[in-house]
């Protein structure tokens, strides 16, 4: 029997075998390890020395908390150095919203350590439910060291508190200069959301929103500085770390004289209306005030909500920069301007005119504000006693487009470099402007009302100011605000002779028994020229013409004349010169009017201790100082209106917006350009400003 042959591949175990299959597989795992290793060792040379610096500010940040210390910003200072705006040294206590927690407990803490009363604590309260989570809200400001560092020491139990020791803005004359300088404020929410830079929520830091302040913003803000202070992982406070320090802004200097500046807006009285001063020699601005105006330091510490609506709702519209922003028919300011241009176009200074008191032209009387009529005049004798019909008669025969172009030469209707984004510039009017604007022809009535600085002649005070400037020097003076910043003058085309007539036609406008004589300086030996103007913003009705006009006095204050008011002194070397605008002025008060106010603030140049005696006498009779009248103001406010609740009436206006661009400005410029519109554009006979007159007061 054949028996199966198994074949059974057997594989021999041997000690040589096993050595080397052992050897294979230490091998292996030897490279296995040796690449984990050498991963390992690189992960570890990546984050020890490339990603060093990444980790090394990430376990510095878990240690170290970093605060942005806002930087102190440049102070704005006169042209002799004296503060205009400068930084007091400030404790302030504020509340980070989403960092606070148990509300509660914390503000009842706050109200136990400083001492708040019930109605500071309903408006921090109702501060918070308005605020942004990241936007810093007010607690307590200008605190003694005692209760801030009561403040600091327990902060542990205060989470989302912020001390802060460092500088609030203070303007030392207060609304004086407020549409100078405009203001300071904390960052907007969108401001924060657009850089995104932590400086913006920290609390005491606070930028430019409005007037110089804001334009000047990069030059004043400086860098911020960092605090530094070491922690424990719960956040509670160690040690305080070196602290790098910020660096200052730098200084704005200006060229106003903060003194002069003063002088003026105390010199305005209860007025509505706006100065400016300029040196003959450079253009250069010695004095801006517009008032009534706002307290620019409370709207850097965060205006109330009662505030803000007093100076809403006021009808001198103190939140309107007036002399960069306000329009105003310059009146009888512009004769000396037209009889340059009369000069120019070849009419003789000795022809003569003769006013009856009345000018027929066409179906149309046209008046004189002196009714009886001044007789014969040449024309500086129609200056001096600002005679209407002269120039009706001199303008209807030229015709106003052989002014306009002297007007502008002069400054109206121009565009001046300054730091400033409010500036509105008035119309010097042609018959090409009125062709592309209303799409009708020039007409005699356009001229006769163009040629007393009514129908659509439009000037802000600056440009009314620059006019009287380059009337004074016979150069192209352009005003400048920042110190170091004088722009060249080339002479104007005025021939000198011409320009000598002007000059003694408005000395004897305030020193020769013109309409100014209450502008005759106190000062015995230095002579103002000047020029008178009033401006008509209503219609006068047929009936109110036959019964009689109504005084300004008998009128609502929006239906009241404006009082303008330009010169120069000294007469015979002229190195500065003024222009003062009031709204609805309507010469009702003495000394209160243009050539009282003008009078002043030049002697004032001249002879400070006159002029503080003449401010000293009349100030008690106008309700005191701009500061005791602001307040008096602001408590009858509060009484007429009921006495609003506290939390309401004291709550910061988280809705103000920059004042020069305000609601209640913008309806009111709105209203003046319409008003103004109105009253060009009524031409029909018997209807027009300039059959009426002009308003001019007697001699004095």
């Not at 409370?298 to 519209?317: A, C, Y």
């Not at 103190?318 to 009146?331: F, I, T």
């Not at 603030?601 to 005791?628: C, H, N, Q, V």
Request: net charge positive; glycine share 10%; proline share 6%.
């Amino acid at each position: 029997m054949n028996r199966p042959i198994f074949r059974q591949s057997q594989r021999m175990v041997t000690e040589a075998s096993q050595s080397y299959s052992f050897s294979r597989r230490a091998v292996a795992l030897g490279a296995a390890q040796g690449v984990f290793g050498l991963a390992l060792a690189g992960r570890m040379g990546w984050l020890s020395v490339i990603e060093n610096a990444q980790y090394t500010l990430k376990s510095e940040s878990n240690r170290v908390n970093t605060t942005p210390v806002p930087p102190r910003r440049g102070w704005i200072v006169d042209r002799h150095g004296a503060p205009i705006a400068n930084n007091r040294t400030d404790f302030r206590v504020d509340i980070i919203p989403d960092r606070l927690e148990n509300k509660g407990r914390v503000l009842g803490l706050l109200r136990e350590i400083l001492q708040l009363p019930p109605e500071q604590m309903d408006r921090i309260v109702t501060d918070l439910e308005n605020a942004a989570g990241f936007q810093p809200v007010q607690v307590a400001q200008n605190l003694d060291w005692e209760r801030f560092a009561a403040v600091s020491v327990r902060l542990p139990e205060l989470p989302g508190v912020a001390p802060t020791r460092g500088f609030s803005r203070s303007y030392p004359t207060g609304a004086a200069v407020a549409h100078l300088t405009g203001y300071v404020g904390a960052a907007s929410a969108e401001q924060y959301k657009q850089t995104r830079d932590p400086l913006m929520v920290t609390p005491g830091f606070k930028l430019g929103k409005d007037g110089l302040e804001k334009t000047l913003e990069s030059t004043l803000r400086g860098v911020a500085g960092q605090k530094r202070v070491e922690v424990t992982a719960r956040g509670k406070i160690v040690a305080e770390l070196a602290t790098k320090p910020d660096e200052p802004g730098t200084n704005a200097r200006l060229t106003i004289d903060i003194a002069l500046q003063d002088y003026a807006a105390r010199r305005l009285g209860t007025q509505s209306g706006s100065v400016v001063v300029l040196d003959c020699r450079t253009g250069e601005m010695l004095a801006m005030v517009s008032m009534p105006a706002y307290d620019p330091n409370s709207f850097s510490d965060g205006i109330s909500h009662l505030e803000w609506k007093m100076l809403s709702d006021n009808d001198h519209v103190p939140l309107m920069n007036k002399v960069l922003q306000g329009l105003y028919p310059p009146g009888s300011t512009v004769k000396p301007m037209n009889g340059l241009a009369l000069l120019r176009a070849g009419v003789r200074a000795d022809e003569r005119v003769f006013c009856s008191g009345a000018l027929r032209v066409g179906t149309g009387i046209f008046h004189c504000h002196q009714k009886r009529g001044h007789g014969p005049l040449d024309l500086k004798n129609a200056i001096m006693q600002s005679c209407d019909i002269y120039f009706y008669e001199m303008v209807r025969r030229l015709g106003y487009d052989n002014v306009a172009p002297v007007a502008r030469a002069l400054g109206l209707g121009q565009k001046f470099d300054l730091p400033f984004s409010s500036q509105r510039f008035g119309t010097v009017p042609d018959s090409a402007w009125k062709q592309r604007k209303y799409q009708t022809s020039w007409t005699v009535a356009d001229s006769l009302n163009a040629s007393i600085g009514q129908g659509y002649v439009l000037t802000n005070p600056l440009q009314l100011a620059v006019m009287a400037a380059r009337l004074a020097s016979g150069r192209a003076l352009q005003p400048s605000i920042l110190a170091g910043h004088v722009h060249p003058a080339p002479a104007l085309p005025i021939q000198p002779d011409h320009l000598t007539l002007i000059h003694e036609a408005m000395w004897g406008v305030v020193n020769g028994g013109g309409t100014g004589g209450a502008a005759r300086m106190l000062t015995p030996d230095v002579a103002l020229a000047g020029k008178t103007g009033t401006a008509q913003v209503r219609r006068i009705t047929m009936s109110e013409r036959a019964g009689g006009v109504l005084k300004n006095g008998a009128l609502p204050f929006k239906l009241r004349d404006h009082a303008l008011f330009q010169g120069f002194a000294p007469h015979d070397n002229p190195r500065y010169a003024i222009a003062v605008v009031l709204e609805h002025g309507g010469h009702t008060v003495r000394n209160l009017d243009t050539p009282a106010i003008a009078r002043d603030i030049m002697t004032y140049l001249f002879d400070k201790d006159r002029a503080l005696a003449s401010l000293a006498e009349a100030e008690p009779t106008w309700g005191g100082d701009i500061k005791t009248r602001m307040a008096a103001e602001s408590a009858a406010y509060r009484a007429a209106a009921g006495a609003p609740p506290l939390a309401i009436g004291a709550q910061t206006e988280l809705g103000a917006t920059a004042p020069t661009d305000a609601p209640a400005v913008r309806a009111a410029t709105a209203a003046d350009i319409a008003a103004s519109e109105a009253l060009a554009n009524s031409a029909a006979p018997g209807n027009t400003v300039a059959e009426d007159g002009s308003t001019e007061s007697d001699p004095q």
